[in-house]
């Protein structure tokens, strides 16, 4: 058992962790720190989660602040141990302990590039946020895809910011590109166009016609439309009219042109970055850089090994290994209680442990007295027994 102090404070918007769905835990990034303690999270796309999980592809949800773990540098015992009790000094105390399996996902490096993925429409499906957006104008993006020139007097006074902007600047609405996005991320703009070839274009032949073109600049502008309705800025002094969502959505998408040299996958290099701290096996990381993962938590997901297939340069090749006494798997189990008492009329808390021995039978218990002023660690009493 060994007792890990967190600062909480030390979470930044940005970084990855890992937050539990079930019985595994999955990477996510951190956006956004609440005033309640929780923070807003947006799960890696490449989580393969289990079947009963609600979660989909790029979720965002809120985790809590003590239900997140980072990469847990260093942390021997952190990571391989089949409990970690995690004793928080933040607010109030509190303890918890969980089982740290690890969920499975495809790894960053194995996933295709930004370029990649945008050349490619059928590279990720898209989700119901996607369709529900982009169904009621279906009719219309099809017109828009079969009018050679898109100058069908019907669509003069349709309001599309993007065909405006092209008679505007006297281009023809066939031949010119329209690269904005606004603030989509990759995976928002291949599922758009991944929706729009299964809906609209039917017919991979046909991509020259609408891939960079009016046809779907028009379908991003009614996504960040859809997204203007649903969530309106908090910045925003008054309310946007319906009629006023198209040319505002239009107005954000022209601020950011896209290119598939410049794209930058914020999700992935997070993921990168967190997945190089767990995975590193060299002096600086330590014993807990060689496969210490789940060592004696047991199987991860399906029996996922994560560090299969991990790039050579994670291992440096800098530190002997004593596979002996670093790869032997603990043949114990250990239990965590509370308990409170009052000292100088204040309340207490005493942390119990007791550790069971499978092999010899012998149920050991300790208990420490944690100091709720300091971040400094309680006493292991485990480290000379393991």
């Not at 982009?134 to 020139?149: F, N, R, T």
Request: aromatic letters at 10%.
């Amino acid at each position: 058992m060994h007792i890990l102090c967190i600062n909480l404070l030390s979470h930044s918007a940005g970084r990855g962790g890992l937050v539990q769905d079930g019985a595994f835990w999955y990477p996510v990034r951190l956006i956004e720190r609440l005033s309640s303690g929780l923070w807003r999270v947006r799960w890696w796309r490449g989580n393969q989660y289990e079947s009963e999980s609600l979660l989909g592809m790029e979720s965002t949800t809120l985790a809590e602040e003590n239900k997140i773990i980072d990469s847990l540098w260093s942390n021997v015992r952190g990571r391989r141990e089949t409990r970690v009790s995690v004793y928080i000094l933040y607010a109030r105390r509190q303890l918890t302990s969980d089982i740290f399996k690890l969920g499975k996902w495809v790894h960053s490096f194995n996933i295709p590039s930004a370029e990649d993925i945008l050349a490619d429409p059928t590279s990720i499906a898209y989700q119901d946020e996607v369709n529900q957006a982009l169904e009621p104008a279906k009719k219309l993006l099809v017109q828009l895809l079969l009018d050679s020139e898109s100058m069908n007097p019907s669509l003069l006074d349709t309001p599309i910011p993007a065909l405006k902007h092209l008679h505007a600047i006297e281009k023809n609405a066939r031949q010119e590109q329209l690269p904005y996005i606004g603030n989509l991320t990759v995976n928002e703009r291949a599922q758009i166009a991944n929706w729009f070839e299964v809906h609209v274009s039917r017919d991979p032949s046909l991509r020259h016609h609408w891939v960079g073109y009016l046809p779907l600049a028009h379908a991003i502008t009614i996504f960040i439309a859809h997204r203007l309705h649903q969530n309106p800025p908090r910045d925003l002094e008054e309310e946007i009219l319906d009629g006023d969502l198209l040319p505002r959505a239009w107005e954000i998408q022209v601020q950011n042109m896209g290119s598939l040299n410049d794209d930058v996958d914020v999700d992935k290099q997070c993921l990168e970055r967190l997945e190089e701290e767990m995975f590193e096996n060299s002096s600086r990381a330590g014993m807990a850089g060689n496969h210490q993962w789940g060592l004696d938590a047991g199987d991860h997901q399906e029996g996922w090994n994560p560090y299969l297939g991990t790039p050579e340069h994670w291992n440096h090749g800098d530190r002997p290994e004593n596979d002996d006494t670093e790869m032997r798997v603990s043949s114990f189990l250990t239990f965590v209680g509370l308990s409170s008492y009052f000292h100088n009329n204040s309340e207490r808390v005493r942390i119990h442990y007791s550790t069971l021995s499978l092999d010899t039978g012998i149920l050991c218990r300790y208990y420490c007295n944690p100091n709720p002023n300091s971040l400094s660690r309680c006493p292991n009493f485990f480290d000379s027994m393991l």
